[in-house]
């Protein structure tokens, strides 16, 4: 969920920009709800509240053609009151609005939910603060309170968490920007549709994370011939897929991203090779389409990385764990190789190279199928529609210990010590001694246990409140998103 703050002094026109946001949100086929509180009467200065407030149904009444919006009367100066809150208000206009507010999330959450005005009242916890804890279970897709100027680290305090972004509006600022500068309703409809953007790469993630962890590990658990040929062109499909619909295509990199972080937390995430090559594959398939275009040569180009990097990364992996002695042990087999059947090393390097292009020329092929076809085939989309489900993120973030003990089980796995034991073999037959099979064994351990560990420690909420933190809502909406697959 995107929260944004629209925040300013008394008379900025924070009622009226949700309201025009409203209207536009609806034309762009938003579900839109909410409401606004519109001022009453003449100001008897500037930046001083009105003389009374009422609400105003947005988003359900904003089509020009329907019949005009619904409207209470909910505040009015009481010079009674005194002057920290100089205002009676009608419980039963709010009680109303509020009424408006449930019936849309029972309905199923707006995609654009607004809400006016968040000021001393919802600071101290009371007015429409009641509304908070249900909006938050609901999690529509963006939410935007205006919230009076000077109040909102308290507003922020009571609901739990910082706004994602805060658009300030300024009474006397001019009404049409300098050239480069944009006005604070314009900021607003760019968050939306970014907005847009990311909730679509979090739902190809979670899909794309579901098909691997699901149909990748079946595949896997039966040894089917050349699943990772499979799999890698099926994820370069998905990329296409997702950055075919993204307003800024550099994003589909985060799709693989969220996808193997989904790896992780599955039921089938002990494979952490796989989880760690879905990685590899979003980064090489976004560096190419950023650097070649999007266009049939630089999708092309990033599928056949992909399918490179799926024949390749298991050797690539093994020189992370086992160093240079896996180039010694590679020297040794093509040795023996050309003395017993007279075969040039020349003639082995061109045959390695032509199977790692071969895969690349079949999921770059994939790929520009997929471009060229735009819309996903009906399998694969049942499958994506599946999502994230199954995945357990209930469970309790990870701590250190518990981390390392589930890395040491995947040590412990015949499919991680088989590649070392034969590296081991061939260096011994060739002569290595068995001090040097100790030490190389040692550090594939040493190796293998920090990377594993390091895996197993991934915490996806603590990675979304660490973007937040960091101002990165975007990927924070996406891997949200995905989480609620």
């Known amino acids: 969920m995107l929260l944004v703050g629209v925040t300013g002094p008394a008379g900025s026109g924070k009622s009226t920009t949700l309201a025009e946001l409203a209207i536009w949100a609806a034309s762009e086929g938003l579900g839109v709800d909410g409401f606004a509180q519109p001022a009453v009467g003449t100001r008897t200065s500037p930046r001083r509240g009105a003389q009374g407030y009422d609400l105003e149904r947005l988003g359900q009444n904003t089509d020009a053609e329907a019949a005009p919006p619904r409207r209470l009367p909910f505040a009015r100066r009481d010079r009674t009151k005194g002057s920290a809150i100089p205002y009676a208000f009608s419980a039963d206009a709010l009680a109303t609005a509020h009424a408006w507010v449930r019936t849309a999330l029972a309905e199923g959450p707006p995609d654009l939910l607004l809400m006016d005005e968040f000021g001393r009242v919802e600071a101290e916890g009371g007015g429409h603060m009641a509304l908070w804890p249900e909006v938050e279970a609901a999690g529509p897709d963006i939410v935007i309170l205006a919230v009076r100027e000077g109040v909102v680290p308290q507003v922020e305090a009571r609901l739990g968490r910082t706004f994602d972004r805060v658009v300030h509006l300024d009474p006397d600022a001019r009404t049409d920007p300098a050239p480069g500068q944009t006005t604070p309703l314009e900021e607003l409809r760019v968050l939306v549709l970014e907005q847009r953007d990311w909730s679509r790469v979090g739902v190809y993630g979670a899909g794309s994370g579901g098909f691997e962890w699901s149909v990748g590990s079946a595949l896997h658990a039966v040894r089917v011939p050349m699943r990772g040929l499979v799999l890698s062109s099926t994820q370069a499909a998905v990329m296409v897929f997702a950055g075919a619909g993204l307003g ?13 972080g989904i790896k992780a937390l599955s039921p089938a995430g002990s494979r952490i090779r796989a989880m760690l090559a879905i990685t590899i594959q979003g980064i090489l398939f976004g560096g190419a389409t950023r650097l070649l275009g999007w266009n049939p040569v630089g999708i092309f180009a990033g599928g056949a990385l992909v399918g490179s990097w799926a024949v390749s990364q298991g050797l690539l992996l093994q020189y992370l764990l ?63 529609d599946r999502g994230a489900t199954g995945i357990r993120w209930e469970e309790p973030a990870p701590t250190w210990s518990s981390a390392m003990g589930r890395g040491a089980r995947d040590i412990l796995r015949p499919v991680f010590w088989l590649p070392v034991l034969l590296v081991l073999g061939i260096l011994l037959s060739a002569g290595a001694s068995w001090e040097r099979a100790f030490w190389i064994g040692a550090r594939a351990l040493t190796v293998g246990m920090v990377v594993f560990s390091l895996v197993r420690a991934f915490d996806a909420r603590g990675f979304v409140q660490w973007l937040r933190h960091r101002g990165h809502w975007g990927p924070a909406v996406a891997f949200e998103r995905a989480m609620r697959r």
């Open 248 to 260: 800024r295509r550099g994003r589909v990199v985060w799709v693989p991203f969220i996808a193997a």
């Open 322 to 384: 086992i160093g240079s002695d896996l180039l010694v042990a590679y020297q040794a087999v093509v040795t023996w190789v050309v003395g017993r059947w007279n075969v040039g090393v020349p003639g082995i390097a061109l045959l390695l190279g032509a199977w790692v292009v071969s895969w690349g020329l079949v999921a770059g092929t994939t790929a520009l199928v997929a471009w060229r076809k735009g819309a996903l085939p009906l399998r694969l989309s049942e499958a994506l």
